[in-house]
């Protein structure tokens, strides 16, 4: 095959995947005033036009040349208050660290204090925990594919699967039945059908019993797995479904009546495809792995659709009342894109960004836009709340915290037209209004030129780290939403990945330190910060504690879930790959020698810093370079600290960690 033609093919559709996000429409949208209403459809064959219309229309212009582009611009699809997650003081164990207290969020292992639940690629593990005999392995549950997560709610026990696809065919369309990228009319573009055929599985077990766990059902539906919290027994499955489509048209030649003519062309291709292959269904398994129902995953009166369309791609909220488990899934539809999820004890928010490719208009605030959709949890059932858009693109779940019925939400926007790339940081706080999030207060323009590292929100207080040569971390009074209000500022070399609060006054950072190079900086190795914001106004540095050289990494640099902190006993333990320079480094940019793999174990106080206790190995392998790290986790019960990766749990006193350790293999 000619290469230039595949990746055309492949960049083809990139900008497929990206178009089908807006219509031309709704895309010119760089307003405060939100996205509308959304209303349900009444019946089927008004979704399945709906769904035909929005795949059918969701072109672009053919030529690259914007310095003359029409007004009209088409957007599309980018690709997760405070909360702890630890011992309030009553529990002998860590939890999942989450961002909402409350709000329970997935991660790859769980435990009741008894047991631990570990999840394996096609298996959960159940390790009896006694810091008096030791460990021991309990008992295990097969899970039909890959375990992308566990909640576990009382003697319930839900794993997150991730089921693989019968059919291996790579590209969709013609090619997919036989033919060959190269045979495809050369003005239609497929995708790869992967993008199409993501499934989610949710395995049901009852743990009452840990030596004897039962299934209680299994459920599968189509569309990719984005996130879920566990709130008050009921859990919310976020997923997100495109359709596998045949060949269609996606450019025309400038001309309107061309544009029309390939819609038109395109509606004709999309006539003989029913409705149950444009939106998600499901099988239900029983205990014995039986299927014994099937169907559409969301009714079509079930379903909602955006006052201002936003492509074929449909998001799915699946719900399950752990409390019964028995029962039948419950599930809400909307016909467009989320790709990262916030969730109060009250509500839950989707986001996903909008993107403006017309750099000729300089009334554009930002290049990029989030689109953001709010669901009220408080009644019987999911229902819409509304939807806003703000300036900027966001980082992760952490920009966004809910207070007092306000959302703060955190992003970062830019202006192609201005010479440095106009990167600004801002603050919008929003209020539900009539089906609307309107933005009622904002705080813009922050640290020009550099990038939005971390953002916490805690109670009517933000925190937001960005980072260029040095790392300054601003402080934010959001007391009052309609005038949010830039605190304090402090300078300090590298940079904060994540933000925990320590305390009502302190925040618990962890991040890389750097060194500014001539116009440059290059991070260097991990560091741990404890600040004290008592002032609020002259946030101070308490302590700094450095870990490794260039090239050290932990898996809680991006991930919180790996970040432990149990505020009980002020212990912390975080997931290191630890590289050190053997010889004085001849340059910034110089990497150190991986010598270590494991989890690193602190007793954090805001008085007294950071004490080293001790650090277990989880892996026996030095490499100079590169590689793939698996995920790994701490543990703290009673005297006893873990160190979990998918196949060992290894275990020690906290306060004699080198002479009193356990090694338990999980085969």
């Known amino acids: 095959m000619n290469l230039v033609k595949f990746l055309s093919v492949i960049l083809l559709s990139s900008i497929v995947l990206i178009s089908c996000g807006t219509t031309e429409e709704s895309s010119n949208n760089n307003k405060d005033t939100g996205q509308g209403t959304m209303t349900v459809f009444t019946n089927e064959d008004e979704l399945e036009a709906f769904l035909k ?62 047991y631990l ?20 392995v309990a008992g295990s549950i097969a899970a039909r594919e890959n375990i992308e997560s566990l909640h576990l709610y009382g003697s319930i026990l839900v794993a997150l699967y991730l089921p693989a696809d019968d059919n291996d065919d790579f590209w969709c369309g013609d090619a997919s039945a036989g033919g060959t990228v190269e045979s495809l009319p050369s003005i ?38 984005v996130s879920s919290r566990l709130i008050n027994g009921l859990l919310h499955i976020i997923s997100r479904f495109r359709p596998t489509l045949p060949p269609l048209e996606y450019y025309y030649d400038r001309a309107q009546d061309e544009k029309s003519d390939v819609v038109r062309r395109n509606l004709d291709a999309l006539k003989d495809v029913p409705l149950h292959d444009l939106v998600p269904s499901f099988e239900l398994f029983d205990k014995d792995g039986k299927p014994f129902d099937s169907g559409l995953l969301v009714s079509a009166e079930d379903f909602m659709k955006p006052g201002d369309p936003q492509g074929s791609m449909v998001v799915s909220i699946t719900t399950l009342d752990l409390n019964s488990p028995e029962v039948d899934h419950e599930s809400t539809g909307a016909v467009l894109d989320a790709i990262h999820v916030y969730a109060s004890t009250s509500s839950l928010y989707l986001a996903s960004e909008i993107w403006n490719y017309n750099v000729a208009d300089e009334d554009i605030v930002s290049a990029v836009q989030t689109a953001i959709h ?33 959302l703060r939400v955190a992003t970062s926007s830019w202006n192609w037209n201005t010479d440095s790339g ?53 402080t934010l009074d959001l007391s009052d939403p309609s005038d949010p209000e830039l605190m304090g500022e402090l300078k300090v070399p590298g940079y904060s990945d994540y933000i925990h609060p320590l305390g009502d006054n302190h925040l618990l950072t962890i991040g890389k330190d750097a060194i500014p190079y001539e116009s440059w900086s290059y991070y ?26 260039r090239g050290t990494e932990s898996e809680a640099l991006h991930n919180h879930k790996a970040f432990t902190y149990w505020s009980e006993k002020n212990l912390l333990a975080i997931p290191i790959d630890l590289y050190e320079h053997q010889l004085k480094p001849q340059t910034p940019w110089e990497r150190g020698i991986h010598v270590f793999s494991g989890l690193y174990v602190y007793r954090v106080k805001s008085d007294d810093g950071f004490s080293f206790l001790g650090r277990i190995s989880t892996s026996n392998s030095t490499l100079q370079y590169d590689r793939f790290y698996s995920w790994s986790r701490g543990l703290f019960l009673e005297d006893r600290v873990y160190a979990i990766t998918p196949d060992t749990v290894n275990s020690a006193a906290i306060d004699d960690i080198n002479n009193t350790m356990e090694v338990l293999p999980v085969k």
């Not at 909360?83 to 860590?94: A, I, K, L, M, W």
């Not at 395995?203 to 209680?216: A, G, H, S, T, W």
């Not at 669901?375 to 915290?401: A, C, E, R, Y």
């Open 374 to 406: 709010k669901f009220n949890l408080t009644g019987k059932s999911i229902s819409f709340s509304g939807s806003g858009l703000v300036p900027g693109s966001i980082l992760n779940q952490f920009s966004f915290g809910e207070y007092k019925d306000i």
């Open 422 to 474: 106009g990167e600004r940081n801002n603050v919008y706080c929003l209020k539900e209004d009539e089906n609307k999030l309107a933005i009622i207060g904002r705080l813009e323009n922050l640290a020009p030129g550099e990038h939005l590292y971390a953002a916490r929100f805690i109670g009517d207080k933000g925190y937001l780290v960005t980072f260029e040569k040095v790392d300054p971390l601003f």
């Open 524 to 549: 260097q190795g991990l560091q741990l910060t404890i600040f004290d914001v008592t002032d609020f106004k002259n946030p101070v540095l308490l302590h700094k504690e450095p870990v490794g050289d």
């Open 188 to 225: 239609s573009v497929t995708m790869p059908c992967w993008i199409g055929r993501s499934r989610t599985g949710v395995l049901v077990i009852n743990v009452k019993d840990p030596l004897k766990p039962e299934r209680i059902k299994d459920l599968i539906f189509d569309g990719e797995l």
């Open 117 to 136: 639940y570990l999840a394996q690629e096609q298996a959960v593990k159940i390790i009896k925990l006694d810091t008096n005999e030791g460990m021991s």
């Open 53 to 114: 219309e929005q795949i059918a229309s969701a072109v672009v212009e053919y030529s690259f040349d914007t310095t003359e582009a029409e007004t009209d611009t088409t957007g599309g699809s980018g690709n997760n208050s405070q909360g702890q997650g630890n011992s309030d003081g009553s529990q002998r164990y860590s939890d999942t660290n989450v961002q909402e207290s409350g709000v329970d969020e997935s991660d790859k292992i769980k435990t009741d204090g008894n």
